[in-house]
């Protein structure tokens, strides 16, 4: 009993302390009165430096970036400090699923940064319709971003039309196979399904996997599932599909299943590829040949295995629609849209000179492919010019972002059910349809 | 000196109880709360649902059940298999073998490896065309088995959990070589007199006195079992066909890709839950039994 | 004669299957040790257990040049925390196991049950709670966060040991006139030593693996830990096996370290903690 009442006013001590704790983080004193009037109370940003005061003195922001563009985006952005000696940014580098599950906790804690770097499609619309990201519409109109970035690339940071991204990459992909291999067989590019699957099979016959494909995670087989179902679908309902505005029990979806299992059935992916990871099945692509349904970013992916990309031939995959479009998405950087103004104009300063003309064509040979409408072109990555050039002409968002994440493992789960025959594709179709439904019922 | 006397626990026990106040228990119950809301974890719109979240995971979540399910195998698998084969390779080389410290030292060794890289590992061993399993498998006859069990959902779990013996097998191993070097000898001795079969020895004098090593190996197995994440994440990331999810993959997959942190949290108290069932009342019968 | 040669004999027998089992587990380490000599090409080309066509020696001096800091931050926040935290756990196991206290049993359990939260559950709020403090991206924020994690083990094991120190002792110390203080570092820490070790060896390999926590706390390059560090190796469209084999290689040598300099205690020690 004694003990017990020693015990309760220390375990109040310990709550209140932490409740106290909580209430003032929230309404934490030092954040700049607003002059912008976008609401933004919330002190997010300025955890180790000074909130910095209106009279213009240093501003602090935080940029949070995945390890994949450090080589070239850390000096781009120490040379912007030096340009802008006002404004000091704290770089953070994350491995490609850390960042993700790092800015959900942060957007949960609400301790996101004042820039980030994110995809578009459904990993980036989570920011942008709870008020996380600022609205870059009157941004966009006033920086004249029409002018300066590819209209392909707008497009695709938008959300509810609005503009929420800087364009930072614009990525498409395509079908990627060794030259010398085509040569050997006496091959062009093909123009027709029919074609590819011709020469699918000559490869097969020669014991080269045609597609070393990794279903871990699912989106490598995706790949070649989403453009199936645009060559069986046609470019509206694939549309209309990905918007969940039409049902996934349509025909174009079964056929599309059904293909991939023929192919599953002729062995023309590697033995045990469902579970296998992406990079391992690409070994086979290495070694032997096969295709491979990569992105813009390709070229430096075959620089840095030691591998020579004027090697390989590009076409776009042969779906025979209309403008035979390519999938494709953004990357681009989120600015907060609780952080102080000052920090903001900032975060969008910095994120516009990491993406303009200027800065780009400097760093062009490791950059990737970037959203602009016009830059260099560079021997390092010889197809990134052709995809862009080709990507205009017509681009689908790339299933994995355009569809809400839980819809999108629901596809990747069906799939491997048909290809491993534990389900028809019209039963495949037939649950996709019901977690649609699902997902419309939790997310009115 | 009355007063002091009581006061005294409590100072010893406050940095532990205060750090772990802090970090483990508000958290938890903060999560705990959650759980019972339909929620993204920003949006203004937050609905109690009170069990709703509960109820719907088991009647509804498909994947929740096969994770459940999944999960008991592992655990099943780990009481039996690990501690099993822990037990045995503890009672080998707790003889005066030659090299003994040289073989405690390779069972202990893959217990040091992070789950990632055993993923990593053990994926590329089981590779159905570059892996030495499938080699070694064709080389001794056996290709009928050189199957690629990791993308078959019905063998793919089983084939994890073999490398998961393989890394986890060294704890259990040790913490019983610990508890069989402080049996004293003298129960032996009589034993042997009385003319007693090793069988009989094991069976009525190691196993009694093992029985408190027996409390900290289950508990920590047991939560292993219950939480275990990496190594399956990293070998078939939860597929085939979403086979060999567990209750920690499926709850990162419901709080961190879908926003649906009620659910989340739900599937976080049901594993707290389960193992709290079990384990609580374990420790505190043996606790009653050792200490008179 | 008859029971010496069968006792040879199932020696012998014995020492077969040892050796088999042994074989088992070091062949996939022996894969890794190949891969990271291997090139990419020789890589991709061959299987997963085939010797190196040629030994790239300077894959562990790439993989060296690119994980030396962030080894070195894993070395800094072990050493910290982890003799911290026994510090913390055996005053907890010393209070309840040789003071009089009526809730000891009750406390073991409350603690005890710390083991079962899984760590994704805490993210968010520890998360609020280290940024209410401006503890973000510090070294004592993420040290806090990892004793936390380490209490319930740690008083465990260090409770099952101090179980078993005869508490004639005590009695000692008393008639000595120390104080409880004093009985603690002098009489019950030294005795309890090799429980220490062998916690300072598990916990230590806890933390140097640690990396749910590290990911989300830590999001300071120049911060983060080696379980970080070799993430960096795996990018988005491609992943760098050889030098990545050959970081992991270098990455467990303090640990092994560590093992190997308390391997005498790590039996001794644990033999208290389970009669707890």
Same mark, same amino acid.
């Given at each position: ?48 430096? =000074? ?5 213009? =003195? ?8 995945? @390890? ?159 453009? +199936? ?149 560079? @021997? ?16 689908? +968002? ?47 | ?12 026990? %406050?940095?532990?109880? %205060? ?24 949006? #203004? ?26 999960? !008991? ?16 390779? #503890? !009672?080998? !080389? ?8 040289? %073989? ?30 499938? %080699? ?157 | ?64 040049? $690119? ?32 003071? $009089? ?57 260090? $409770? ?117």
């Amino acid at each position: 009993m004694r003990n017990m009442r020693k015990l309760s006013p220390l375990l109040l001590v310990f709550c209140l302390a932490f409740l106290a704790a909580c209430g003032g983080g929230n309404n934490s004193s030092g954040s700049t009165p607003s002059t912008g009037g976008t609401g933004n109370n919330t002190d997010s940003g300025g955890r180790l430096n =000074d909130q910095g005061s209106s009279s213009g =003195d240093k501003v602090a922001i935080s940029f949070w970036g995945i @390890d994949g563009i450090s080589s070239y985006v850390e000096p781009i952005i120490k040379e912007f400090e030096q340009e802008n000696p006002d404004v000091s940014v704290e770089i953070s580098w994350f491995s490609t699923d850390a960042i993700k599950e790092s800015l959900k906790v942060a957007a949960s804690s609400r301790t996101l940064p004042d820039v980030w770097f994110n995809w578009g499609g459904s990993f980036a619309s989570f920011y942008s319709a709870n008020g996380l990201a600022m609205d870059l519409t009157q941004v966009a109109t006033d920086h004249n971003w029409t002018g300066i970035y590819n209209p392909a690339a707008i497009e695709l940071a938008k959300y509810d039309g609005k503009i929420y991204s800087v364009p930072f990459h614009l990525a498409s992909l395509g079908v990627f196979v060794k030259k010398d291999l085509y040569e050997q067989y006496g091959l062009q590019a093909p123009k027709t399904l029919a074609e590819l699957e011709n020469h699918m099979a000559i490869m097969h016959e020669n014991g080269i996997t045609p597609l070393p494909v990794g279903g871990k995670y699912g989106w490598m087989l995706m790949r070649w599932t989403e453009q +199936l179902i645009e060559h069986y679908a046609g470019p509206e309902l694939h549309d209309q599909l990905s918007a969940l505005e039409a049902s996934w029990t349509d025909q174009s979806v079964v056929k599309a299943l059904t293909k991939l299992k023929e192919w599953s059935d002729k062995g023309y992916f590697p033995k045990g590829f469902i579970t296998m990871a992406p990079e391992e099945a690409e070994m086979y692509m290495y070694s032997d040949g096969g295709y491979a349904l990569e992105g813009t970013w390709f070229d430096q992916t075959l620089t840095s295995n030691g591998y020579d990309p004027n090697n390989y031939l590009f076409f776009k995959f042969p779906n025979e629609q209309g403008a035979v479009r390519m999938s494709s998405f953004a990357e681009g950087f989120q600015i907060n849209a609780e952080t102080s103004s000052e920090k903001q104009e900032a975060a969008i300063k910095l994120a516009e000179y990491i993406t303009s003309p200027d800065v780009v064509n400097k760093y062009i040979n490791e950059y990737g492919a970037p959203a602009l409408s016009e830059f260099a072109s560079t @021997d390092a990555a010889p197809h990134v010019t052709v995809m862009a050039g080709e990507v205009s002409a017509g681009n689908f +968002l790339i299933t994995d972002q355009a569809l809400p994440q839980e819809v999108v493992d629901k596809l990747f789960e069906v799939t491997d059910a048909v290809i491993l025959n534990a389900m028809t594709p019209e039963q495949a179709a037939a649950e996709m349809q019901k977690a649609v439904d699902q997902y419309k019922a939790n997310n009115p | 000196m009355r007063l002091k006397a009581n006061f005294a626990p409590w100072l010893f026990l %406050f940095p532990a109880l %205060f750090i772990y106040l802090m970090v483990i228990v508000l958290p938890s119950l903060y999560s705990l709360a959650l759980s019972f809301f339909d929620w993204n974890g920003v949006s #203004a719109d937050k609905k109690f649902v009170g069990l709703g979240n509960y109820i719907s995971l088991i009647t509804e979540d498909t994947v929740f059940r096969t994770a459940l399910k999944n999960n !008991l195998i592992w655990l099943i698998g780990s009481l039996t298999i690990m501690i099993g084969l822990g037990l045995t390779f #503890a !009672l080998i !080389l707790n003889r005066q073998l030659k090299g003994r410290v040289f %073989f405690r030292s390779i069972f202990y060794y893959p217990y040091v490896l992070s789950g990632i890289i055993v993923a990593i590992v053990w994926s590329w061993m089981y590779h159905p065309s570059k892996g030495f399993v499938t %080699f070694f498998l064709e080389k001794i006859g056996l290709e009928a088995l050189a199957n690629p069990w990791l993308s078959d959902p019905k063998t793919a779990l089983y084939a994890i959990f073999i490398a998961g013996v393989w890394q986890g097998v060294g704890l259990p191993m040790v913490l019983f070589l610990a508890g069989l070097q402080a049996i004293p000898r003298d129960p032996y001795e009589a034993a042997i007199i009385d003319g007693a079969r090793p069988f009989q020895t094991f069976r009525y004098i190691t196993l009694p006195l093992l029985r408190d090593t027996f409390v900290i190996v289950f508990a920590t197995t047991m939560v292993g079992a219950m939480k275990v994440y990496d190594i399956i994440y990293g070998m078939t990331g939860g597929g085939p066909m979403n086979s060999t999810q567990v209750l920690s993959s499926w709850m990162y997959y419901q709080t961190f890709k879908y926003n649906y942190i009620g659910i989340g949290s739900a599937i976080s108290w049901y594993l707290i839950v389960i193992c709290l069932i079990v384990i609580v009342p374990y420790v505190i019968f043996i606790s009653k039994r050792s200490h008179h | 004669m008859e029971a010496s040669r069968k006792r040879k004999f199932s020696n012998g027998l014995l020492y077969v299957i040892l050796a088999a089992l042994a074989v088992f587990f070091i062949l996939p380490v022996v894969f890794v040790a190949f891969t990271a000599l291997k090139s990419n090409a020789d890589l991709n080309a061959h299987s997963f257990y085939s010797f190196p066509q040629e030994l790239m020696w300077s894959n562990f001096a790439d993989a060296w040049n $690119r994980i030396r800091k962030y080894m070195g931050n894993s070395l800094f926040i072990s050493i910290v925390k982890v003799p911290l935290g026994i510090l913390v756990n055996a005053l907890a196991a010393f209070a309840l196991t040789r003071l $009089r206290f009526k809730w000891a049993t009750g406390m073991f359990v409350f603690i005890l049950i710390g083991m079962m939260v899984p760590m994704q559950a805490t993210l968010v709020p520890l998360n609020m709670m280290l940024n209410a403090f401006d503890l973000n991206n510090t070294y004592p924020g993420i040290m806090f966060i990892y004793l936390g994690f380490g209490i319930p083990f740690g008083v465990l094991v260090l $409770r099952g040991f101090m179980l078993a120190i005869p508490k004639e002792l005590d009695e000692a110390a008393l008639i000595d006139g120390c104080g409880e203080l004093g009985k603690f570092f002098r009489i019950i820490v030294p005795i309890a030593m090799p429980a220490i070790a062998t916690l300072f060896i598990l916990d230590f390999l806890a933390t140097w693996n640690e990396f749910l926590l590290a990911q989300i706390f830590i999001t300071k390059d120049s911060m983060q830990p080696i379980t970080a560090g070799l993430l960096t190796f795996q990018g988005q469209h491609s992943t760098n096996y050889t030098l990545l084999n050959a970081g992991v290689l270098l990455s467990i040598l303090p640990v092994m370290f560590v093992y190997v300099f308390f391997q005498k205690y790590l039996i001794s020690g644990m033999v208290g903690a389970v009669k707890g």
